[in-house]
């Protein structure tokens, strides 16, 4: 585990007991940490054999944790997306469980697809989701499904997430990376480490009573896909392909990958970083890319 990762984020208050719902990608990076702290961790998957699993979870095939496997949590993290049908996995067969609990913090990990689009501007916490896709009225409905529960609920709006193993720099080793250029389109995103830090960074404020309902975790520098590829393809010494413009490319794309392109907005982190104080390990693409090409480039 990075050390200084580890020493950027605020341990949980002494006594904790944290639960992971969906300990995959930005899951494991809390939980890890957390364990680095040396505070009690538990985390589920679907299955016992994926990287992690304390114990088992799926809300498709009725696999629950027991009472007992849940006994004394006080702080939760959900990472499961809404199901096929769009009802949250959690609240659907754990809530009678959660309402249980001694809880002190619940998060749960939601997308800034909620916002829509914005041709391009700044979108926060204050602006009434305005969410087109279907996945994103489902995100909606459960982030507001988890606000009814009467749990203490905060809810995390995440662009999209980059880190080890999950960012550019394996998208332009793929013999199929595309570069593709639509004018003033930008996306937003957030390193992984971030999601992490900025997780136990709310988790301290709000047991000092600082808690609002809702946090964007984003970095400061929405930017084209284009310039982050071109960034580390210079990392990795490798040459892309031709720039191919939006017009000709959406012509072969999935509906999913068109869909992200049909929004264009850009997520505002004040409230996080400023009105919250919380520092960004990885303000722009960057800082994380170079920092996930320096560690790995001898692995
Ligand atoms: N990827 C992005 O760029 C992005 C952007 C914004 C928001 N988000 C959202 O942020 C959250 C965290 O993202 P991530 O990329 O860290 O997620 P991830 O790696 O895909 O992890 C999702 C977790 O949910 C679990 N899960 C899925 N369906 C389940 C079910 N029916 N019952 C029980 N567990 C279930 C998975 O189980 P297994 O461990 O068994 O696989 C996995 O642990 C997700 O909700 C994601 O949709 C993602």
Redesign the pocket.
Known sequence: MNKELVKHCSPLPPNSKLLVL??????QRVASIAKAHGRSVIC????FT?PGADLV????ENILPSKKDLDGITHILS???P?ANGED?VLTVLLDYLKDMPLQWVGY?S?TGVYGDSNGGWVSEKDTPKPQQTRSKRRLACEKAWQATGLPVQILR????YGPGRSALESVKNSNCKVIEKSQQVFSRVHVDDIAGATFHLINKAAKGHWPNIVNIADDLPTSNKEVLVYAAKLLDLTLPPIEPFAIASKRMSAMALSFWQENRRVSNNLLCNELGYSLMHPNYQSGLKTIFETTKNG
């Open positions: 969906g300990a995959g990608f930005s899951g589920s998957r679907r299955k994926q979870f799926d809300s498709n990472c499961i997306p199901s996995p990990l997308t995440l662009p999209g997430i």
